[in-house]
């Protein structure tokens, strides 16, 4: 009786350090996960992001110094079409996600006009095609630039 509660005994010691280890790994992993900040920004598209200066269509990323920057839509492009004299240049608005380190944000960003985001300036610097009175410009054939630090 003795011999089998001393054999009992060594069998729970021998699971023990092997229970504490498990139960030690099962906290810290989640733990180390939470610490972990990414230095770049983390972009989920399926597009690959172009390079800086690169001319680029509606969702595709394009990386802008420490930023990734993503045209989303048109919001407004009331541009005065070639050809066509009138009052007014008008003025192209694109709703734009800017993704940096740990951030996203999303802004319309108007054509022309510098944006400050968290210690970054984005500006959208070019627009293609020309706006045109017909046919229409479809949102497959918009191009954009994107400038800034």
């Keep these: 009786m003795f011999v089998d509660i001393q054999q009992r005994a060594s069998r729970r010691s021998a699971i023990h350090p ?4 498990a139960l030690l790994l099962a906290a810290v992993l989640p733990l180390s996960a939470c610490a972990l900040v990414p230095n770049s920004p983390i972009v989920d598209s399926p597009h690959e992001v172009a390079q800086q200066g690169s001319l680029v269509g509606l969702l595709q990323p394009v990386q802008l110094g420490r930023v990734v920057v993503t045209p989303m839509r048109v919001t407004e492009d009331s541009r005065c079409a070639q050809g066509v004299q009138c009052v007014w240049a008008g003025r192209v608005v694109v709703e734009t996600r800017i993704d940096g380190a740990g951030w996203r944000q999303t802004q319309p960003l108007v054509l022309g006009e510098p944006h400050s985001v968290r210690d970054v300036t984005v500006t959208l610097a070019e627009v293609q095609p020309a706006m045109r009175v017909d046919p229409r410009i ?7 630039r994107f400038s800034g630090d």
């Design 138 to 144: 479809t949102s497959a054939e918009y191009r954009f």
């Design 18 to 21: 092997a229970m504490k280890h």
